[in-house]
């Protein structure tokens, strides 16, 4: 018996499956990017759009990349606070402090050029291109206490509050200055932004009321 061998061409019994972004997706995804927030490429795969979808909609130039898994269109609305609500979302454990909290709260003259955030001694170090960050680091009830909880262009961002951002102020005078700590003090207690129990709260947090004491009572007395 003569047996005979037939060779099989595998590639023309499996024809390339190739992933073309239909209308509706990049409509979609369009309509998702033009919101404040944005939109995340974990959120597209959620509804089932293809990666690509968004890759073309970048090469395009019809989507930015804002943060890492972040994109909007160019023409999104933006607010004052747009650095503060990426650096937010790219960074969500940290919280907004010092000149940029001051910024956030309108209180003094500063206009930093950096986004300052605290996150927690032993955690990673973001990348981040936008905004450019400055990082500091706490650690404990430092970090924890005096948090306030603000919806910036649709995002949740974690923002120290006045009593807890003037304490820090003062705790690191040496980065920031002491004049721009004491500026800060001076224009939140003219203005009532918060009372004394509350500053003397996060003083000790901080571990800085003998620091404060002397420029306390020249204010007040």
């Given at each position: 018996m003569?047996?005979v061998w037939?060779?099989?061409?595998?590639?023309?019994q499996?024809p390339?499956?190739?992933?073309?972004?239909?209308?509706?997706?990049r409509n979609?995804?369009?309509?998702?990017a033009?919101?404040r927030?944005?939109?995340?490429?974990?959120e597209l795969?959620?509804q089932g759009?293809?990666?690509q979808?968004?890759?073309?909609?970048?090469?395009?130039?019809e989507?930015?990349?804002?943060a890492?898994?972040l994109?909007?269109?160019?023409?999104s609305?933006?607010?004052?606070?747009?650095?503060l609500?990426?650096?937010?979302?790219?960074?969500?454990n940290?919280?907004i402090c010092?000149?940029?909290a001051?910024r956030?709260?309108?209180?003094?003259?500063?206009?930093?050029?950096?986004?300052?955030i605290?996150?927690?001694?032993?955690?990673?170090?973001?990348?981040?291109?936008?905004?450019?960050l400055r990082?500091?680091?706490f650690?404990?009830t430092?970090?924890?206490?005096?948090?306030?909880?603000?919806?910036?262009?649709?995002?949740t961002?974690?923002?120290?509050?006045?009593?807890?951002t003037?304490?820090?102020?003062?705790?690191?005078?040496?980065?920031?200055?002491l004049?721009?700590?004491?500026?800060?003090?001076?224009?939140?207690?003219r203005?009532?932004?918060?009372?004394?129990?509350?500053?003397?709260?996060?003083?000790?947090?901080?571990?800085?009321r003998r620091?404060?004491?002397?420029?306390?009572?020249?204010?007040t007395?």
């Amino acid at each position: 018996m003569t047996v005979v061998w037939q060779s099989v061409d595998r590639t023309a019994q499996q024809p390339t499956i190739r992933h073309m972004p239909s209308t509706t997706d990049r409509n979609r995804t369009l309509r998702l990017a033009r919101r404040r927030q944005g939109v995340r490429s974990r959120e597209l795969a959620e509804q089932g759009i293809h990666r690509q979808v968004l890759s073309r909609l970048v090469a395009a130039g019809e989507l930015e990349r804002v943060a890492r898994g972040l994109y909007r269109t160019p023409e999104s609305p933006l607010t004052e606070h747009h650095g503060l609500a990426v650096a937010s979302t790219a960074v969500p454990n940290g919280v907004i402090c010092l000149l940029s909290a001051l910024r956030f709260h309108g209180i003094g003259t500063q206009l930093p050029s950096q986004v300052w955030i605290a996150i927690d001694r032993r955690a990673r170090r973001p990348a981040l291109k936008y905004p450019p960050l400055r990082v500091v680091r706490f650690t404990g009830t430092a970090l924890s206490e005096g948090v306030g909880l603000h919806r910036l262009e649709g995002r949740t961002v974690r923002v120290y509050g006045i009593a807890k951002t003037l304490a820090d102020c003062f705790k690191y005078r040496h980065k920031i200055g002491l004049d721009v700590a004491l500026e800060a003090l001076r224009e939140a207690w003219r203005t009532r932004r918060f009372t004394m129990d509350e500053l003397d709260r996060f003083a000790g947090i901080c571990r800085v009321r003998r620091v404060m004491r002397p420029y306390l009572e020249a204010m007040t007395g």
